[in-house]
């Protein structure tokens, strides 16, 4: 992988969690995560979402930080 394409990937991820944290705070909360599930169509029941959280959540403060989510993502 060159460095191009690792800049490319990591500009990929930082706009994705920018899209999904909408009130801008730097964490993506329990809502903002249904929400983003809503939009790609995807499963967002509360089972879903509780459970997605769980994983990607590694501090368990019920917020997904940007690097808790680079992590999940790579």
């Given at each position: 992988v060159t460095?191009m394409q690792?800049?490319?990937?990591?500009?990929?991820?930082?706009?994705?969690?920018?899209?999904?944290?909408?009130?801008?705070?730097?964490?993506?909360?329990?809502?903002?995560?249904?929400?983003?599930?809503?939009?790609?169509?995807?499963?967002?029941?509360?089972?879903?979402?509780?459970?997605?959280?769980?994983?990607?959540?590694?501090?368990?403060?019920?917020?997904?930080?940007?690097?808790?989510?680079?992590?999940?993502?790579?």
């Open positions: 460095t690792k800049q490319q990937q990591q500009d990929n991820v930082t706009t994705t969690f920018q899209s999904m944290d909408t009130n801008k705070d730097g964490f993506i909360d329990k809502q903002e995560l249904q929400q983003a599930l809503q939009r790609l169509k995807l499963p967002s029941t509360e089972k879903h979402v509780t459970a997605l959280l769980q994983t990607l959540d590694k501090n368990k403060d019920n917020l997904v930080s940007r690097q808790e989510f680079e992590t999940y993502v790579q």
